[in-house]
């Protein structure tokens, strides 16, 4: 078991690190036309059932990554929307 929850660290953080660059940039940036507002909808409301699961399940490896995940990928989305209703996007 101590293998297996080992490389459900690891894939937890390398998937929810990967949102990191993306995050940065649309923070920094503002820019979000090249980006899917259905699919960061989409995302959001998935990470958002992998949480709940993880804490049903007592997962602390889904716990971590998706509350992380969740940090990086809500703002892209928040400010997607931003920018769709001021009519930047």
């Not at 929850?5 to 953080?13: C, D, T, W």
């Not at 660059?21 to 940036?29: K, Y």
């Not at 960061?40 to 716990?63: F, K, P, S």
């Amino acid at each position: 078991m101590f293998i297996a929850e080992n490389i459900g660290f690891l894939a937890a953080l390398l998937t929810t690190f990967s949102f990191l660059p993306q995050a940065v940039l649309t923070l920094r940036t503002r820019k979000t036309d090249e980006i899917s507002l259905a699919m960061y909808l989409m995302l959001n409301l998935g990470i958002v059932c992998w949480l709940v699961y993880g804490l049903v399940q007592d997962d602390l490896a889904l716990i971590l990554a998706n509350s992380v995940t969740l940090l990086f990928s809500l703002p892209i989305f928040m400010i997607k929307c931003s920018n769709k209703m001021a009519g930047r996007d």
